[in-house]
């Protein structure tokens, strides 16, 4: 666990933030070549990501904030202590969709075509934010045994064996990445791309979710899991139901 990534001039630079602003500067770079080789206007695609970044991250958050509940219940001005980490993808995207509709149609830009190319952004920002997770302990896999179990510490500092939760995550986004950048040029509609990675991450993330430490739970299911299980669903309809 580093939790301060480092100092300078006395300021503390903590790891999650680094890394989560780390990750959307790659991102927004491999979204702005998407956007070239789609032909889309890229500027345009920039002002449209940075407009949504602002609903993508209070999302994220409250989600988290919601999962933990009960931490934050007793110490509500800790809701948006940002050297904390704690952000859930799977809260970014309803938020970015809904507010997206208005954005796009101002700016002129395809809602599918749009949304295929920010894909890039969303993995690429996903797979460094993980690692912010390792550093600051937060989305901790639960204590194992298992032969590739690490000594990890959780968001407490508590260091024991664990089953590294954010490791595999970067790992399945990082795979997720590797085959939207392959098959790609051969979906057969605007917006597949997005779906099948969507379907995919949330698939991911209902298997993912059981490996965690501390889960708000509704009766034996995982709130994240659920909303995981949720997104798999609408993704995978959409799909069948677009599909030419």
């Known amino acids: 666990m580093r939790r301060v990534l480092f100092e300078w001039h006395g300021i503390q630079i903590f790891s999650y933030p680094v890394f989560l602003y780390v990750g959307l500067v790659f991102g927004m770079v491999g979204e702005n070549h998407a956007a070239h080789v789609a032909g889309l206007d890229a ?9 949504l970044l602002v609903p993508a991250l209070v999302g ?20 948006w202590h940002r050297s904390e980490g704690g952000a859930a993808m ?20 395809p ?5 295929d190319v920010a894909t890039y952004c969303i993995l690429i920002g996903t797979i460094f934010t993980r690692f912010g997770c390792l550093l600051n302990g937060c989305c901790s896999g639960r204590p194992s045994q298992g032969r590739w179990a690490l000594c ?3 968001h407490r500092g508590i260091r024991c064996r664990r ?17 939207a950048v392959l098959v790609w040029q051969a979906l057969p509609f605007p917006g597949a791309l997005f779906l099948g990675v969507l379907a995919g991450y949330a698939a991911g993330r209902v298997a993912l979710e059981a490996t965690r430490d501390h889960r708000q739970m509704i009766g034996p299911v995982g709130v994240q899991q659920l ?18």
Do not use: K, N
Not at 60 to 79: D, E, G, K, M, T
Not at 164 to 175: H, I, K, N, R, V
């Open 163 to 179: 089953i590294p939760t954010q490791l595999l995550e970067a790992g399945w986004a990082s795979l997720l990445l590797l085959v």
């Open 60 to 79: 994220a958050r409250l989600l988290y904030v919601a999962a933990h509940w009960p931490i934050y219940r007793r110490q509500p001005w800790r809701i």
């Open 90 to 109: 799977l809260g970014a995207v309803p938020f970015m969709l809904v507010a997206s509709a208005p954005v796009l149609a101002a700016l002129e830009l």
């Open 111 to 115: 809602f599918g075509a749009f949304w």
């Open 43 to 51: 500027a345009r695609v920039f002002v449209a990501t940075l407009i």
């Open 227 to 244: 909303l995981a299980t949720v997104l798999t669903g609408v993704s995978l309809a959409s799909l069948v139901l677009l599909w030419p």
């Open 152 to 154: 990890l510490a959780d």
